[in-house]
């Protein structure tokens, strides 16, 4: 079932982006032109044309991303920290496999997060949870997140015998099931998770369904600014933000609805 559900998700995320959308007007009022319906064809690319300039200069992607990022405090106060669970997604796997040296993406921010608490509190324990949510890499991957995050922690300064890594998740739920079992947290421990501010709401959601009680959010990688900041020319950066938080607000409901 899980093999299932994860790969009807990806093939789902393919389709739920807004440039996806984009595409089947431009292509549908091709269409409409081609059977004569030229009207009917220049209402519709102008639509487009007018959709595609407001998402350009408008960031809509930041009102969609700010309530999900402002769900848990930034840098929670803490008196102490027993161990720090870092969930993948800040690796780039596909440069990482081309060029045979560990590369970040856009949420590299967990991995240098993770490494500033583990400095801060040397007696921390740090699992890493994170495979690949590849569907090229369904049979096995080649490369993995958690092979990446143990040769960047351990370059920013972790001591490799305080982390622990599991190379299998795939996904938010199979995260916090892993790094359950890996870290098996005693009563009275203090442990943090530490994703990006935008999926902290879902991966919260997740822990507390796998049975993670007391688990203490530390939200990173801020991607949303004001309104007024974000007016410009700027659609690819605008169709990211969109993209993230509408796959978010979406996942929220189905993890709600299954139970995940």
Do not use: C
Request: hydrophobic residues 50%; aromatic residues 8%; proline residues 4%.
């Amino acid at each position: 079932m899980d093999n299932v559900i994860f790969v009807v998700s990806r093939v789902a995320g393919t389709f739920l982006k807004v440039e996806t959308l984009l595409l089947l007007l431009i292509v549908l009022a091709a269409i409409l032109a081609f059977t004569g319906r030229r009207r009917a064809a220049g209402w519709l690319a102008g639509m487009s044309a007018v959709l595609l300039l407001v998402l350009g200069m408008l960031p809509i992607g930041d009102l969609l991303m700010r309530p999900l990022e402002a769900r848990y405090p930034a840098q929670p106060v803490l008196d102490r920290v027993d161990g720090i669970v870092v969930l993948g997604g800040g690796e780039d796997l596909t440069a990482t496999r081309f060029w045979g040296v560990p590369s970040l993406g856009e949420a590299a921010d967990r991995h240098v997060a993770a490494a500033t608490i583990a400095l801060r509190y040397p007696e921390a324990r740090i699992i890493f949870s994170g495979g690949s949510n590849r569907l090229r890499d369904l049979g096995g991957a080649e490369v993995t997140e958690g092979a990446i995050a143990r040769a960047t922690l351990t370059g920013l300064g972790v001591a490799p015998e305080r982390l622990a890594v599991d190379e299998t998740a795939r996904n938010t739920t199979e995260n916090a099931r892993s790094a359950l079992a890996l870290a098996a947290p005693a009563e009275g421990e203090v442990w943090l998770l530490v994703t990006s501010a935008f999926h902290m709401p879902r991966a919260m959601q997740s822990f507390a369904a796998a049975g993670w009680q007391g688990i203490v959010a530390y939200p990173v990688d801020f991607r949303s600014s004001s309104f007024v900041d974000g007016i410009d020319w700027r659609l690819a950066r605008n169709l990211m933000l969109i993209n993230s938080a509408l796959r978010e607000w979406i996942g929220q409901l189905a993890y709600a609805v299954t139970g995940r």
